[in-house]
């Protein structure tokens, strides 16, 4: 496994879109907690912004911000890193010169696993530090209440990833596979969760493969705002983490499974 990485290292550490990439996530993720300082005043219903920045709903807070960047710069990277392989056709010249295609996708499998270890231990990090910073007092007990957020946190890393990779291995061309996999997550999926609302009504639109990611740290305003789930209509969120662990476990290995059963047979 250390070899697999070691040849993923040489051949894209010194990217330098691999490198901006990794800045702009490491930059821009703490920067969301100054810019949710800057919000305007929050109405009398909903929580005041110091408890976004205090154990423990900083790790709620956090958990979302970093959803978005690691959806965004880190599933972009994951694209960049199995597209350019096709581009430079070194896909198919590192297949030919011996390795087979089975220790090719499990090098790329290690490097979302790596990402996803690299993110949660930045976001385990900041939290700490913010949180730290925030509170008024600061006990081991309050700084790891958190309902699990440091392993769901990993999980929606994976999960974001792995979609990321499924997208780079179907589609090839990374500029059609950023547009595709940007597309579906902000656009395509919310628009086909509405009319499967509309047409079949219920709740099983809650279920679509990235809603349930996102749920695994969903907006933290959802969770505080106890009054949005008396609303009537369709609810924001899962009922519970476990039902968003649960069914993205079972996408990431639907989408894992069945990517390699297609790279594994198409032609390079």
């Not at 423990?56 to 392989?85: H, K, S």
Request: proline share 5%; hydrophobic share 55%; with cysteine.
């Amino acid at each position: 496994m250390l070899h697999l990485l070691r040849i993923e290292w040489a051949k894209f550490s010194g990217s330098l879109i691999i490198r901006l990439l990794a800045l702009f996530f490491m930059l821009f993720f703490p920067m969301l907690m100054y810019l949710g300082m800057e919000m305007p005043k929050i109405p009398a219903f909903l929580p005041g912004r110091s408890v976004f920045y205090q154990f423990p709903g900083v790790w709620d807070y956090l958990g979302y911000a970093g959803n978005w960047m690691v959806f965004f710069f880190l599933g972009v990277m994951v694209i960049y890193i199995v597209t350019l392989e096709v581009t430079h056709k070194t896909m198919r010249q590192t297949i030919i010169n011996g390795m087979t295609r089975r220790s090719f996708f499990i090098s790329k499998l290690l490097v979302v696993l790596i990402l996803s270890l690299i993110a949660t231990l930045y976001y385990t990090i900041s939290a700490c530090i913010f949180g730290i910073i925030n509170s008024p007092s600061v006990s081991v007990t309050e700084v790891f209440d958190n309902d699990f957020a440091i392993p769901r946190f990993f999980l929606m890393s994976i999960s974001y990833l792995s979609f990321a990779l499924v997208v780079g291995f179907l589609l090839k061309r990374s500029g059609v596979a950023v547009f595709v996999y940007i597309s579906y997550i902000m656009f395509i999926e919310p628009m086909l969760r509405r009319i499967h609302g509309w047409i079949l009504g219920g709740n099983l639109s809650q279920y679509y493969p990235m809603n349930v990611t996102e749920d695994l740290v969903p907006n933290p305003f959802f969770k505080y705002a106890e009054f949005l789930e008396q609303m009537d209509g369709p609810k924001f969120s899962l009922n519970s983490p476990t039902e968003a662990v649960i069914g993205t476990v079972i996408f990431v290995v639907l989408w894992t499974i069945g990517i390699y059963s297609i790279f594994a047979k198409r032609d390079l």
